[in-house]
């Protein structure tokens, strides 16, 4: 699924590259894209753009991540350092982070010799779009990136999912919205607003088709990736769902059966019933306590472990 996401990112900046370069690089102005393929390795950058920033040319390299990853401060060195001395310019790096993450790994990466001495240092910059502000995809220059807006601070709400959708249509860019589609399909979460989102979504359907992007999303099959994810996440969550209502339904019913048959074990109910414990379990631990033939059996059996209860 990552790499979904990422070639969906791939397609909005590919769709207005100046835009993305405004929002990273305020000023500089996009001239050409480089071939991603760095030559001496089999590696390759997600993008790397010629780029003119505050009077001389550069190159910007950027990777998109959906997760962290422990080893991203040496990826992005060794990407920097091979397209530098390939180009022979100054190259300029920045790690887009896509969801929420508590472990993103700080913007640096040194070497030392064996006697500790500083042998290379690097810098770039990460960019967290849950911290970024809404405001500054409403900036002038932009508006090729407006799709981002669910990704941004608050972001993962309908409202902001409607305003995404009326600061295209009045961009004039109809043409992305399946690419916002698919980006707030990343941050919704809940079932209902995943349902809310899809069905917001169909209400345009010819809109979508006739666009560009909806076009090379199916010939990717990016549209039925998206979708089969987000069905097996709406289908995990009916799952636990139904295996929460279950639990909670077999506690009432033991804790109701325990209060009128042996009153004097509600405590050691209400402990043993907040301990985490599975359906099959909680059925056994009822049978057996149905079966018990006085209070003393039944204390035995909430205050005994699971394998004790089966018949």
Same mark, same amino acid.
């Given at each position: 699924?990552?790499?979904?996401?990422?070639?969906?990112?791939?397609?909005?900046?590919?769709?207005?590259?100046?835009?993305?370069?405004?929002?990273?690089?305020?000023?500089?102005?996009?001239?050409?894209?480089?071939?991603?393929?760095?030559?001496?390795?089999?590696?390759?950058?997600?993008?790397?753009?010629?780029?003119?920033?505050?009077?001389?040319?550069?190159?910007?390299?950027?990777?998109?991540?959906?997760?962290?990853?422990?080893?991203?401060?040496?990826?992005?060195?060794?990407?920097?350092?091979?397209?530098?001395?390939?180009?022979?310019?100054?190259?300029?790096?920045?790690?887009?982070?896509?969801?929420?993450?508590?472990?993103?790994?700080?913007?640096?990466?040194?070497?030392?010799?064996?006697?500790?001495?500083?042998?290379?240092?690097?810098?770039?910059?990460?960019?967290?779009?849950?911290?970024?502000?809404?405001?500054?995809?409403?900036?002038?220059?932009?508006?090729?990136?407006?799709? +981002?807006?669910? $990704?941004?601070?608050?972001?993962?709400?309908? #409202? !902001?999912?409607?305003?995404?959708?009326? *600061? =295209?249509?009045? &961009?004039?860019?109809?043409?992305?919205?399946?690419?916002?589609?698919?980006?707030?399909?990343?941050?919704?979460?809940?079932?209902?607003?995943?349902?809310?989102?899809?069905?917001?979504?169909?209400?345009?359907?010819?809109?979508?088709?006739?666009?560009?992007?909806?076009?090379?999303?199916?010939?990717?099959?990016?549209?039925?990736?998206?979708?089969?994810?987000?069905?097996?996440?709406?289908?995990?969550?009916?799952?636990?769902?139904?295996?929460?209502?279950?639990?909670?339904?077999?506690?009432?019913?033991?804790?109701?059966?325990?209060?009128?048959?042996?009153?004097? +074990?509600?405590? $050691?109910?209400?402990?043993?019933?907040?301990? #985490? !414990?599975?359906?099959?379990?909680?059925? *056994? =631990?009822?049978? &057996?306590?149905?079966?018990?033939?006085?209070?003393?059996?039944?204390?035995?059996?909430?205050?005994?472990?699971?394998?004790?209860?089966?018949?």
């Amino acid at each position: 699924m990552t790499k979904i996401w990422d070639d969906i990112l791939k397609l909005l900046v590919k769709a207005d590259p100046q835009s993305f370069v405004s929002l990273l690089l305020a000023g500089a102005k996009f001239t050409g894209e480089r071939d991603k393929e760095l030559q001496t390795r089999t590696i390759n950058a997600d993008l790397l753009y010629n780029v003119t920033w505050n009077n001389e040319d550069i190159v910007l390299h950027v990777e998109f991540q959906r997760k962290s990853d422990k080893n991203m401060a040496r990826r992005v060195w060794e990407y920097n350092v091979l397209t530098g001395c390939l180009a022979g310019l100054p190259v300029y790096s920045i790690v887009l982070y896509l969801i929420e993450d508590k472990n993103v790994v700080e913007p640096s990466y040194e070497q030392r010799s064996p006697d500790g001495e500083l042998v290379h240092y690097f810098q770039f910059r990460n960019l967290k779009l849950w911290e970024m502000s809404p405001d500054k995809l409403h900036q002038l220059g932009v508006e090729g990136m407006l799709p +981002l807006l669910p $990704l941004t601070k608050d972001g993962a709400q309908r #409202e !902001i999912v409607e305003e995404m959708i009326t *600061d =295209l249509r009045n &961009a004039n860019r109809e043409d992305l919205y399946p690419l916002g589609y698919a980006l707030a399909a990343l941050v919704f979460q809940d079932n209902v607003d995943k349902q809310w989102l899809k069905e917001r979504f169909t209400r345009m359907h010819d809109i979508l088709e006739e666009s560009w992007a909806y076009q090379e999303m199916l010939e990717e099959g990016m549209l039925k990736g998206m979708e089969k994810g987000m069905a097996q996440g709406m289908e995990k969550g009916m799952e636990k769902g139904m295996e929460k209502g279950k639990l909670e339904g077999l506690r009432v019913t033991i804790s109701h059966y325990v209060h009128k048959r042996f009153p004097d +074990l509600d405590e $050691l109910c209400q402990q043993r019933m907040a301990a #985490e !414990i599975g359906v099959n379990q909680l059925n *056994d =631990l009822f049978d &057996a306590l149905i079966d018990a033939t006085d209070e003393s059996e039944a204390r035995a059996l909430l205050g005994s472990s699971s394998d004790q209860w089966k018949l």
